[in-house]
């Protein structure tokens, strides 16, 4: 809902029917939606001119399940009943139009169910009534198809349009209303009940390499997962409308459930060009979808997923997006011919895309919760390196193609080491399991003893142990992507088929295995602890009522001065926190500054051991491009050196300054705790260790879509101020993602400028000419990198202030609960202080039977991950 739609019409008419002076931020979005519904549900009343008792009790019965006793909407119920009536507000449209334009597309449907719904009340559906409907929802924009599935939902008649069903049931999912407000939660939850049940999905694949069941069965479970949450989020919600459970109970479940909704298994695709990469991901999808050619290709990141229908979003760097067809598609993930083969620089460096996505619902594997992303082709041009770099810090697993015929060259070999770094921050001594080595154009190898020293040459680096590179079973597959495709487009089998499923079903292993079922562990760990916390408030509310637990006036006096205290520390914290970072970004802009200085003289001295295989006469312009590639990857090492070693010791300090600082806090509000259980037997402590605060302080989370990103414990874990906390590698890639953009062009540039013949005077002085050339590339580049320096300032400030915020956020969050325990044990003593005798015995009964729900969502988790070891 988009509220900075609300219109001072709408503001005035809301005031009018509530009788109130209201401004346009007092209109929240359940006010708002309060507003319609009751136009609409008063309106489908009066329809056939006749008020029956059954409209006026459903419309009774219907506001008071959705707006809890204690909810301040209550009083607002009967003003707007009232005022809606005696307006006859419900026909004039343009007034409900007016109250609805904010509305999102569900939000309308939502409104509109309830009117079906009301119009069923007394047994019948009218057709005065639902001719007001079918006016209401075609002003509203609501598809007829979703009226007709309303209309048989609530009249009991079969449903012959399964796909317009599906998507009423799309649509109205609560779990897409619970960043808005438990009352829209509430609302979608009540009518989901009524909706036949949803239809499942029927695939209309018509090539895949394999039928992914490991994949279907992590989803499977992940949803189930997702679906005893959305219980577990009405049972905690329940309790906290009658001001029994905390809040923030059900705020930690809703991120849970986010959590789970969002999760996707991300697989990048990567190596140098002509190696396959877009032939792979065809065979990979069973459709050719990807530009093919023999040059480089990959021009930009291109993300393949599923969507409930085939289109193409461009996404580009000023925040525009634009659906194209799939024809402009090819046209725009890939380069020309002339920018592949060296001709255009400018072209592959200034594309104003930032990624394309590529949603289609018949690829098998995107089917099943991963989205493949198409990288620009390592060392194809240092520029699109930079931004492979940057993609690989939220992706589960990486397949890294080498040709047979050359298998892992030097650069290669350079390249997988770094890919094992990138993926895996704080675990340089660590093997990597996330990356599968992909060995192309295997049906090339025609003898025996080829194929044996290819596999010898490529097993005897990835698993030496002095580089350590590769840990995990399967992680090196022969394969020939373009006769895998082929067979699979035929519908034919063959060895190339067979070896190609051997990779696939060794990818799915590890993504459901090694990245899914953690991440489903983790997810129901913490939904555990809250059931936990949720019975511990529980108990100590049932201790009340028996008059075994009571907080006095001394005791409330001393819980406002602990609230006080908590709300203090918060500050205590923030201040010092931003204390730390302002120091942090000094130290950080001097230590830069220093090591600036000393950069021209190491970059030189590395220049001495560049190389190319272009004749410097013959083919100048691809030598100078060369050692271009070279300078912006030796500046990336270089950065990535200082931010290691020079912003590693920075931050080292102040961290751990913050750290002590934490730490001294929360054991004085875990003392405080302890002293209230001591005296009072609650269990204060128990309910805040039991809602993962200890565990939190150890390290702060990095947020993304992938699942990598959320089990990683180096990724938001202590393993490393740089890795742990998002700098190390990022600095460094976003940094020189600022000054290394047109460093290239620009050093093309200037040395055309200068005129190609100024280094060929010395045709026999071949060293000496190199050497011009190495000299007025470091000159060009370094005085480039020079002129970003207010980028780089900038970028340094954004990522020591984000380390710092998350740092901060997640305290403040500790806080924040602990303080919700205080107040929570205040409100549970003051609605026992309201009861009578038998009203407690009424809230004993209520809490047996939550109780048991909880037990009921715990058994099925259990049975859920039981399932999954299986």
């Known amino acids: 809902m988009n509220t900075s739609l609300i219109s001072s019409q709408t503001v005035e008419l809301i005031s009018l029917l509530t009788r109130q002076e209201l401004r346009k931020e007092d209109i929240s979005p359940p006010v708002l939606f309060l507003a319609g519904l009751v136009t609409v549900l008063v309106g489908v009343i009066y329809a056939d001119g006749t ?12 506001l008071t399940e959705l707006i809890p006793a204690n909810n301040s909407l209550r009083q607002l119920v009967m003003p707007m009943v009232k005022g809606v009536r005696d307006r006859q507000v419900y026909k004039k449209l343009t007034e409900l139009l007016a109250l609805t334009a904010c509305f999102s597309e569900e939000e309308k449907l939502l409104l509109i169910s309830f009117g079906y719904q009301m119009s069923a009340a007394d047994g019948t559906m009218d057709d005065r009534e639902k001719q007001y409907l079918t006016i209401i929802a075609n002003r509203l924009g609501i598809d007829g198809r979703f009226l007709t599935v309303l209309e048989a939902s609530f009249s009991s008649q079969g449903i012959s349009d399964t796909a317009a069903l599906a998507e009423v049931h799309s649509l109205l999912d609560p779990a897409r209303f619970q960043a808005l407000d438990s009352f829209f939660v509430r609302a979608a939850s009540h009518i989901i009940e009524y909706l036949p049940e949803k239809p499942k999905q029927q695939s209309n694949q018509k090539h895949s390499v394999s039928s ?4 279907k069965k992590f989803q499977e479970y992940r949803q189930q997962l997702d679906a005893v949450c959305g219980k577990l989020y009405l049972t905690l919600l329940d309790g906290s409308d009658r001001n029994v459970l905390s809040p923030n109970l059900t705020e930690e479940v809703t991120k849970i459930s986010r959590k789970l909704e969002s999760q996707r298994f991300r697989v990048a695709v990567v190596g140098e060009f002509s190696k396959g990469k877009s032939t792979l991901l065809n065979a990979l999808l069973g459709e050719e979808i990807q530009p093919v050619r023999d040059i480089p290709c990959s021009g930009t990141v291109t993300v393949l997923k599923y969507g409930p229908q085939q289109r193409v979003i461009c996404k580009y760097k000023d925040g525009r997006e634009e659906e194209i067809s799939p024809q402009k598609y090819k046209e725009k993930a890939s380069i020309s011919e002339e920018a592949a083969l060296g001709s255009f620089g400018d072209e592959i460096v200034n594309s104003e895309i930032k990624e394309i996505i590529f949603e289609h619902p018949n690829l098998e594997l995107c089917t099943n919760g991963v989205e493949i992303i198409d990288t620009p082709g390592l060392n194809e041009q240092a520029e699109r390196t930079l931004v492979t770099e940057q993609v690989l810090k939220t992706t589960d697993a990486v397949i890294f ?50 194929r044996k020293q290819v596999r010898q040459r490529v097993e005897t680096f990835a698993f030496d142990k002095k580089h350590n590179l ?33 990779f696939t079903k060794s990818l799915e292993q590890f993504l459901t295995v090694e990245r899914g079922a953690i991440a489903l562990q983790q997810s129901a760990s913490v939904m555990k602890q809250i059931i936990n916390t949720g019975c511990d408030e529980m108990t100590q509310y049932r201790e009340m009522l028996e008059g075994n637990l009571t907080v006095d006036e001394g005791d409330k006096a001393k819980i406002f001065e602990q609230i006080a205290e908590a709300s203090g520390r918060d500050v205590k914290i923030r201040n010092l926190a931003n204390k730390l970072r302002e120091e942090s970004v000094v130290e950080a802009i ?57 912003m590693q010791f920075i931050l080292k300090q102040k961290i751990e300054t913050l750290d002590f600082k934490f730490k001294e806090e929360f054991y004085a509000i875990r003392q405080e705790f302890q002293e209230f259980d001591r005296r009072l037997s609650t269990s204060l402590v128990t309910q805040f260790n039991n809602l993962g605060i200890a565990k939190n302080l150890g390290g702060i989370g990095i947020g993304g879509s992938s699942i990598a990103s959320s089990i990683n414990p180096d990724i938001g874990g202590p393993g490393g101020y740089l890795g742990g906390l998002g700098l190390g590698g990022l600095v460094a890639a976003g940094l020189l993602f600022f000054a290394g953009l047109g460093i290239i062009p620009v050093i093309l540039g200037g040395l055309a400028a200068g005129g190609g013949g100024a280094f060929g005077l010395g045709m026999l002085d071949v060293d000496g000419i190199h050497n011009q050339i190495k000299q007025k590339v470091c000159e060009l580049g370094f005085q480039k990198f020079k002129e970003s320096k207010k980028s780089i300032y900038k970028k340094i400030q954004e990522r020591i202030k984000a380390v710092f915020d998350e740092r901060y956020e997640t305290a403040s969050g500790a806080i924040a609960q602990a303080m919700s325990l205080w107040e929570n044990l205040l409100e549970q003593q003051e609605k026992r202080d309201r009861q009578n005798q038998a009203e407690c015995e009424v809230q004993k009964v209520w809490l047996a039977d939550k109780r048991r729900e909880l037990e009921q969502v715990q058994n099925q988790i259990e049975a859920i991950l039981n399932q999954s070891d299986r």
């Not at 094992?420 to 090339?444: C, Q």
């Open 590 to 646: 001097e230590s830069w500054n220093e090591w600036v200085k000393i950069l021209p003289d190491r970059l030189a001295t590395k220049s001495k051991e560049w190389t190319s295989e272009h004749h410097h006469i013959l083919s100048q312009d691809k030598l100078i491009r060369d050692y271009a590639n070279q300078f912006v990857w030796e500046l990336t090492q270089e950065i990535d050196v200082w931010s290691d070693q020079k």
């Open 470 to 502: 590769i840990a995990g079973e399967n992680r090196i597959h022969f394969i020939s992507a373009q006769s895998a495709l082929e067979a699979i487009l035929d519908g034919t089998e063959n060895e190339y088929v067979k070896s190609f499923q051997d």
């Open 212 to 215: 992914y069941q490991e994949l």
């Open 51 to 62: 008020v029956g008792a059954e409209e006026t009790q459903r419309l009774r019965a219907t």
């Open 401 to 450: 193609l080498t040709h047979a015929q050359n298998a892992l060259t030097e650069k290669e070999r350079e390249l997988l080491l770094y890919l094992k770094k990138d993926l895996n921050p704080g675990k340089d001594h660590e093997a990597a399991r996330n990356i599968f080595v992909l060995v192309n154009f295997a049906d090339l190898l025609r003898r025996e003893g080829s």
